[in-house]
Structure formats: structure tokens, C-alpha cells
């Protein structure tokens, strides 16, 4: 796989980043939203075998192309499946063009100090080099600010910046995802926080790698327009955050050089009981949308 066109696409192409990336207590919910019951398997092996199909689907539907979509990100389950007899990551990029992902996360600690910092992730040099095997392009982990407390958000930048550097140094691009969450008493005033803890971890640092922001669309437009022109970040993301997709879109509009990683807003619409005509048509439809809010130029 092409490290240096992978790079060219994720840093200047036009499109968006499709999420494909829910695991463990957020599965049945996807799945209930898809149109299947819980009903319908018996253990965790059976539901993300489920969840694995509802991806497959998705990922070999006409509209899943690099034409409108940059890249894609992948729970570890799907990183190590197959997509027509084809390992995901591979078929993403030579089938389709479009650049893999993973996650890397392992799920949030409790709330402390207004936030939910990421829980240790056992293993993790193992999983990134078995990722860089498969072509794995680089890497997502999730972390969640409720409240403008200075500290907790200064924390949770933190363990982001360190996060990324142990992922930078196994040749991955780290996607850091600190989502303000939409229904904060006072969302605009923890991305205020957010964005000067963003900045101050930016400028200093260290090596040559450089990273990518994943975030909830502010409040405040064009709030991280100078993180999207910062020489060491290679694109600023924002996720849905569980706005609707027409308003999810909306809202990105008003952000130049920000594009959608969009999980559910992406997803919304389709159903289990759809013919594949249907599915392909809807799907194509959520993907122009989100592709046209994508497309602010600076």
C-alpha cells in the first residue's frame, strides 16, 4: 500500500471520513437503529458478526468510493475481517480508494473533574504493529469533555498528545478525538478551553510527525480555522456528535477547512429490511449531503 498517496489524499483531497467504528455497549443500539433486534443473537460473537455484515454492506455499496470519501475508520473487528474474501483495511484502499483507519481506544474512566479521560489500552504496541501489517494508515482514539473545568480539559489534552506520540512512532498518522459533548451546559465555553489547550500541545510538539484533530462542530464557526492551517496537523474532522445529519451538515458549513467524520449521521437512514437498490440510493444520498458540508475551502 501507498504510505505517500495515502498521504496526499488524507492532507489535500476534497470529501470526508466515514466512521465505521462503533464496538462494544454502543453495537446493539446500531444495530436496533439498522432494524435488528437484540433479539436476533445470542452472544457478542453473533452481534458483531451482525455489525460486520451491516459494514460489508456499506463499504461494497457503489456510492463507497474515494471519490466523495477520504477514508474510513475501522473498529479492530473490522480492521481483521474480510470484505469479499479481501482483508478490510486492503479492500478499503485498493478496491476503493479509500484510506483505512482503526481505533484504538479501549472506552472511557468515569467522569471526573468535568470530563471522561480515555481508559488504559493494554496492548497497544502489539495492535499497532499488527495494524501497520495490514496497511493501516493511522489511528483514532476517543476521549469526552462535559464541562469547561480547566484542569479536566488540560488533562484530557494531555493524554491525547501522549497518546499520539506513541502512535506516531510506529509510522501511523494519530487522529486525537476530545468531542465537546453536544448537550454540555456550556459547550461553548469547553471548546474555548479546548481549542487554547489544542493550540498550546500543537506548538510544542515534539519530532516531525504530524496529527490529525477530530472534534465536535464549535459552536463558535471557524474556531479551529487556525488548527486547520497549523503545519503540524494534517486535517481538522468533526464529528456529529449526535446532531441529525441535516443539521449536523448545517453546522459544518459554517467551518471552513473542516470536513465530517460522521458515524451516525452517515448511517441514519439505512435499514436491515432495505433492498439492496434502496440501500444504495439512500446511502448515496447521505453521502453527497455530508459531501457538499465538507467542502468549505478556506
Known amino acids: ?86 482483508p478490510t483495511p486492503t479492500y478499503l484502499w485498493k478496491e476503493r480508494g479509500i484510506v483505512p483507519f482503526l481505533k484504538v481506544d479501549k472506552g472511557l474512566e468515569a ?32 476521549s469526552v469533555i462535559r464541562l469547561p473545568e480547566p ?41 474555548t478551553l479546548l481549542h487554547e489547550e489544542l493550540k498550546r500541545g500543537l506548538d510544542a510538539l515534539p519530532g516531525n510527525y504530524q ?17 486547520v492551517k497549523h503545519p503540524r496537523v494534517q486535517r481538522v474532522v468533526a464529528l456529529s456528535g449526535g446532531y441529525p445529519r441535516d443539521e449536523a451538515c448545517k453546522r459544518l458549513s459554517a467551518n471552513h477547512g473542516m470536513i465530517a467524520s460522521f458515524s451516525r449521521a452517515l448511517l441514519e437512514e439505512l435499514r436491515y429490511q432495505m433492498t439492496d437498490e434502496q440501500f444504495n440510493q439512500t446511502l448515496a444520498a447521505s453521502i453527497d449531503e455530508i459531501y457538499q458540508a465538507s467542502s468549505q475551502k478556506i
Not at 471526573?112 to 489511528?139: F, N, W
Not at 498528545?161 to 465555553?189: C, M, R, W
Open 1 to 86: 500500500m501507498s504510505i505517500a498517496q495515502m498521504k496526499e489524499n488524507m492532507s489535500s483531497h476534497a470529501g470526508f471520513i466515514a466512521a465505521l467504528d462503533q464496538s462494544g455497549g454502543s453495537t446493539p443500539g446500531a444495530l436496533r437503529h439498522y432494524g435488528i433486534p437484540d433479539t436476533a443473537y445470542s452472544n457478542d460473537a453473533e452481534m458483531f458478526a451482525l455489525m460486520h455484515q451491516m459494514r460489508v454492506r456499506v463499504i461494497t455499496s457503489p456510492a463507497f468510493t474515494g471519490k466523495k470519501i477520504i477514508a474510513a475508520i475501522l473498529f479492530e473487528q473490522t480492521m481483521n475481517g474480510l470484505v469479499k474474501d479481501v
Open 111 to 142: 467522569e471526573a473533574g468535568g470530563v471522561q479521560m480515555m481508559k488504559p489500552i493494554p496492548g497497544l504496541d502489539v495492535l499497532l504493529e499488527h495494524a501497520v501489517k495490514l496497511g493501516i494508515y493511522g489511528t483514532k482514539a476517543r
Open 151 to 191: 484542569a479536566g480539559v488540560a488533562a484530557i489534552v494531555k493524554q491525547q498528545f501522549a497518546l499520539a506520540e506513541q502512535i506516531a512512532a510506529h509510522g501511523l498518522v494519530p487522529i486525537l478525538e476530545p468531542e465537546v459533548l453536544i448537550k454540555s451546559p456550556d459547550k461553548a465555553g469547553a471548546e
Open 211 to 227: 496529527v490529525m484533530i477530530k472534534v465536535s462542530i464549535p459552536e463558535k464557526s471557524d474556531l479551529y480555522l487556525d488548527l
